[in-house]
């Protein structure tokens, strides 16, 4: 049996739009970043998710890519 060895970090990227958070996610996840952007700015406008307050505690708890 084969072990797959996947050791990604997650990063915020250094092409980024704010803060780089969704830039990273979406090279974490192996996605285009403006899928990941798109679906931020739709969860900033729903009023069940803090959205905001989970970006910008991402911002500051996710290392930048060295």
């Known amino acids: 049996m084969e072990v797959m060895n996947n050791n990604k ?3 915020r990227s250094r092409q980024r739009m704010i803060g780089g ?4 996610l979406a090279e974490f ?4 970043p403006t ?3 798109l679906i931020a700015v739709v969860l ?3 009023p069940l998710l803090p ?3 989970c970006y910008l505690v991402a911002w500051a708890i996710i290392p ?3």
Do not use: H, N, S, W
């Open 29 to 32: 996840l192996d996605t285009d």
């Open 44 to 46: 900033f406008f729903l």
């Open 35 to 37: 899928v990941i952007r």
């Open 21 to 24: 958070v969704c830039g990273g």
């Open 9 to 11: 970090k997650l990063y």
């Open 51 to 53: 959205a905001v307050l």
């Open 64 to 66: 930048e890519r060295p």
